[in-house]
């Protein structure tokens, strides 16, 4: 059975100062990789996916996750973070050979302290 | 281009009751996900559909089902709500160009009393 762990429910960080958040992953077959991220009382919007190639992707609000094949794992990471960044981030995987399902971490909330 | 809705955004139920949830796909979209984020968790999927038919389905009981209309719009029904049903249900509509990639509605908040 594929799961994922996010093995933060919480992480407070200053304002400006670097974060990652911990995603690994178990799976007996391939996987796409997805962080999404919840900002309060609103739906679940794509922030970065890997399919393939590159295993560093990035997105277009300063976030990058690396995909390591031999630990398994997705982490993401942001240099600087804003006040703006508070919201839950969920890391998330699909099935190459399945109907695409993703199945989901328990989410991380990221807490900016000013 | 509209982007994934759902409808209501809110719904407050008795225990016993039956429910419909309601989502509109993005256009071009065919493939539609039903998602249940209970609080401080992460979504688990209950059942896909693609063009009309069930895709896929979750661990779920037969009492969660759904339904895909024409247009790819769908609906999610609960029978014999019971209390941990009480969660946000969401949705995400995905292409055939772009299967992984699924594109989530607001959720509709629901609750049983």
């Known amino acids: 059975a594929q799961s994922v762990t996010q093995l933060d429910s919480q992480v407070p960080v200053f304002e400006e100062a670097p974060v990652e958040l911990r995603c690994n992953y178990s799976s007996s077959v391939s996987v796409y990789l997805f962080w999404y991220v919840q900002y309060p009382n609103q739906g679940l919007q794509l922030l970065l996916k890997?399919?393939?190639?590159s295993t560093l992707v990035e997105s277009i609000n300063g976030f990058e996750a690396e995909f390591n094949k031999s630990q398994t794992s997705f982490h993401l990471r942001k240099p600087s973070v804003h006040i703006s960044d508070t919201a839950e981030y969920f890391c998330a995987v699909s099935l190459m050979d399945s109907n695409y399902q993703l199945i989901w971490g328990a989410g991380t909330k990221l807490i900016i302290k000013p | 281009e509209t982007g994934v809705t759902q409808s209501p955004t809110h719904l407050i139920k008795t225990r016993g009751q039956q429910v419909t949830l309601r989502c509109s796909s993005q256009?071009?979209?065919?493939?539609v996900s039903w998602y249940q984020q209970a609080l401080g968790q992460g979504p688990q999927f209950i059942f896909q559909?693609?063009?009309?038919?069930?895709?896929g389905r979750g661990n779920f009981p037969p009492r969660f089902s759904g339904l895909q209309f024409p247009n790819y719009s769908s609906e999610l029904n609960v029978n014999a709500l019971e209390l941990d049903d009480s969660a946000l249900y969401l949705c995400a509509s995905s292409s055939p160009e772009t299967a992984n990639e699924q594109y989530f509605g607001p959720g509709t908040r629901l609750t049983v009393t």
């Open positions: 559909y693609y063009r009309e038919e069930e895709n």
């Open positions: 256009s071009g979209h065919n493939t």
């Open positions: 890997y399919l393939s190639g």
